[in-house]
């Protein structure tokens, strides 16, 4: 029965595993070779030169191509931080309101945060790109009716990135609000009653009960969250372009670029494989402190 099942079983994933073979793990094999050749986009495979470590020694030399490259390097990093940092503390707050649904306006609450994420982002871009408008925007005419001047959203170095920082937000914290209520929905009830009984109020209640056991939850939440900040790409190409003066050229969009309209396919891929290799380390520091902290 055993082999018979393992057999069946075997038979009924081969499927998946030729297409991950195929979309994923094949083009991943690609890229990393492309990374030690040089190599055109514009030329076949067989016109490739193997060049060693020359294309990760140029992405991180002292060059104006290694200097883009460190740029956008820092600003993806830079991103991925803010995000982060925003998403998870609210993913936490919204959740525990939608939990909750004696609270007022929980009902609305819920629709709005659920359908942003279903929104494309492609469309979200569009409508951002106009909420930042620096004279007919309505986010400079509301701080307008409060004394605030005008503010340079998109056209300022120091603000730019932020401003796409808000939009990604806006648009993924409510994916990360279902991952929320679903570890809240985890966490036994009698936990709460316990602790009410013995005098402690909601505030001790989050920071003793519910933080402590929607770890598991939060850690999920980091690793989504810094993988789909690594990857952003679609805000920057339709609204910053990577400017102004490259405040907000993030490694996909540099990747694309560099890749594909300068046609120098080895450089590229070198930076993708940077790239996969940084986002691994990220995930894996990500997963040890985590796990010192259980053993702490």
């Given at each position: 029965m055993t082999?018979?099942?393992?057999?069946?079983?075997?038979?009924?994933?081969?499927?998946?595993?030729?297409?991950?073979?195929?979309?994923?793990?094949?083009?991943?094999?690609?890229?990393?070779?492309?990374?030690?050749?040089?190599?055109s986009t514009q030329t076949p495979f067989d016109a490739a030169v193997f060049v060693g470590f020359d294309n990760f020694r140029e992405i991180f030399g002292s060059t104006s191509i290694g200097r883009d490259f460190t740029g956008a390097l820092l600003n993806t990093a830079l991103y991925t931080l803010m995000s982060v940092a925003l998403i998870l503390p609210l993913s936490v707050a919204f959740g525990l309101m939608v939990y909750q649904r004696s609270v007022a306006g929980g009902t609305m609450l819920r629709t709005v945060l659920f359908s942003t994420y279903m929104v494309p982002m492609i469309a979200v871009a569009l409508v951002w790109s106009k909420l930042y408008s620096p004279t007919e925007g309505p986010l400079n005419q509301m701080l307008g009716l409060i004394g605030i001047g005008p503010q340079p959203w998109l056209s300022?170095?120091?603000?730019?990135?932020?401003?796409?920082?808000?939009?990604?937000?806006?648009?993924?914290?409510?994916?990360?609000?279902?991952?929320?209520?679903?570890?809240?929905?985890?966490?036994?009830?009698?936990?709460?009653?316990?602790?009410?009984?013995?005098?402690?109020?909601?505030?001790?209640?989050?920071?003793?009960?519910?933080?402590?056991?929607?770890?598991?939850?939060?850690?999920?939440?980091?690793?989504?969250?810094?993988?789909?900040?690594?990857?952003?790409?679609?805000?920057v190409a339709l609204i910053t372009q990577?400017?102004?003066?490259?405040?907000?050229?993030?490694?996909?969009?540099?990747?694309?670029?560099?890749?594909?309209?300068?046609?120098?396919?080895?450089?590229?891929?070198?930076?993708?494989?940077?790239?996969?290799?940084?986002?691994?380390?990220?995930?894996?520091a990500v997963f040890a402190f985590i796990n010192r902290r259980d053993d702490e």
């Open positions: 082999k018979t099942y393992r057999a069946s079983a075997g038979i009924m994933l081969t499927p998946a595993v030729a297409l991950i073979g195929v979309f994923i793990l094949l083009p991943m094999l690609l890229t990393i070779w492309l990374s030690f050749q040089d190599w300022s170095p120091s603000t730019a990135l932020m401003s796409i920082v808000f939009l990604n937000v806006w648009q993924q914290v409510g994916y990360f609000t279902v991952l929320a209520v679903a570890g809240l929905t985890q966490i036994p009830g009698s936990l709460y009653e316990a602790a009410e009984i013995e005098g402690a109020n909601p505030w001790q209640q989050f920071w003793a009960i519910t933080l402590p056991l929607l770890k598991r939850t939060l850690l999920f939440s980091a690793v989504i969250a810094i993988i789909n900040a690594v990857q952003v790409f679609e805000p990577g400017g102004p003066v490259g405040s907000t050229n993030v490694l996909t969009y540099h990747i694309r670029r560099v890749g594909i309209e300068r046609a120098q396919g080895g450089l590229g891929s070198a930076m993708a494989v940077t790239l996969m290799l940084s986002l691994i380390v990220v995930i894996s």
